[in-house]
């Protein structure tokens, strides 16, 4: 058995490489996780680095857990099997659920369509029929008999053609009905990936998405975008003198804000990560925006504190960087996170533009609170 002890992480190069190659498996779970109903993207992704640290380290896997690193014989290699295998378990449950909903709906569809072509066939054999008695009649021309047999012809076909009419609309409402349920729980899904399980508003997914489109239609319109980066001040003090439910109770209050400052139907508001958020506003150009940025900080700084007995306010610091031409979103990002940090050097909580703003351009009318 391999000796213990925190600055024992191997016996040899080998396995030093065999612990760096497991500890990259762990790492690249952590960093792709999959959002699941039951357990949100960062819930995996912490636990995930937990265990990688745990595993390289021997470091607990309980961060609040205070104690030296263990030794390679003293981990908890099969509590770290069974995380991984929980994971992945629930995963292709969650993936094979809705797979198994998907495909019944478009069978639905595939029915319907199935049963309209049907009804399609039915009424043209019996169509076809009639006209075949129609061209005996004719091609006989028996004067007695020739009128009644095309009037009763027609008025089939009349029939066969109206119940056609009616089943082929039934049919297609029910087609329709389906591809709107169809549609919704797809739109569901999508939602539910693309929001932050505990505030409600984005994820850091759909933040990737919205500001790529963002410069995309930058290119083109040259409508100005702007990007605000906030930041939740002591976050980690209020977390380790109140607990993490005060934490997590800031940061909601934090999203709480957003939603009462940034009314319209095209500011972005997501969670970019831990304490951090970040709200892109189309049409809006600096000036516009920095106002604001100022109206958030204020109002994070009246809302009730999550734990009556913290002595601070709430404060946020936040970053302001309009979009320039030619700018990627990493730049624009790294830009507005630079004025973040900079906000954050204030005494008190504030507003910081990024270098390199732009003049003010006109803009359509904002809804103010």
Known sequence: ???????????????????DALGGVIATLARFPIELPNRPAEQTAKEMTAWQRHATLGMPVDNESEGAAVGIGDRDWRGLVR???TARREEQTSIESLVAELRAALWTCVGAVHEAVRID????????SQLAQVKRAVTAFNASTVKDDVLVAVKEIERTIRERRDE??????????????????LEE?????????????????HFDLMSMRAV????????PVTLLMIDLNKLKIINDSY?????????TSVASALWRVFLRQSDVLTRYGGD??????????????????????????????????????????????????????????????????????????????????????????????
């Open 1 to 19: 058995m391999a000796p213990s002890g925190g600055g024992d992480v191997s016996r040899g190069g080998d396995s030093s490489l065999v612990l």
């Open 83 to 85: 995380a991984v295998a």
């Open 121 to 128: 066939d039915s009424a043209e054999a019996t169509t076809g």
């Open 168 to 185: 082929q609309q039934a049919q297609y409402k029910n087609l329709a009905n389906s591809l709107d349920s169809l549609g919704r729980q």
């Open 189 to 205: 899904a999508r939602k539910e990936s693309a929001t932050d399980p505990l505030t409600g508003v984005g994820n850091r997914k």
């Open 216 to 223: 995309q239609i930058y290119a083109l319109s040259r409508t």
């Open 243 to 251: 607990g993490h439910n005060a934490g997590d109770a800031a940061i």
């Open 276 to 369: 951090e958020f970040a709200v892109i506003l189309n049409n809006c150009d600096l000036l516009v925006a920095q106002t604001l940025a100022k109206r958030l900080v204020e109002r994070v700084r009246s809302m009730p504190l999550p734990d009556p007995a913290m002595e601070f306010a709430l404060g946020a610091s936040v970053g302001v960087a309009q979009l320039l031409p030619g700018e990627d979103v990493v730049q624009w990002v790294a830009r507005a996170d630079r004025a973040m940090y900079e906000a954050k050097k204030q005494a008190m909580s504030g507003v910081m533009l990024a270098d390199g703003g732009l003049a003010p351009v006109k803009t359509t009318q904002l809804r103010t609170a």
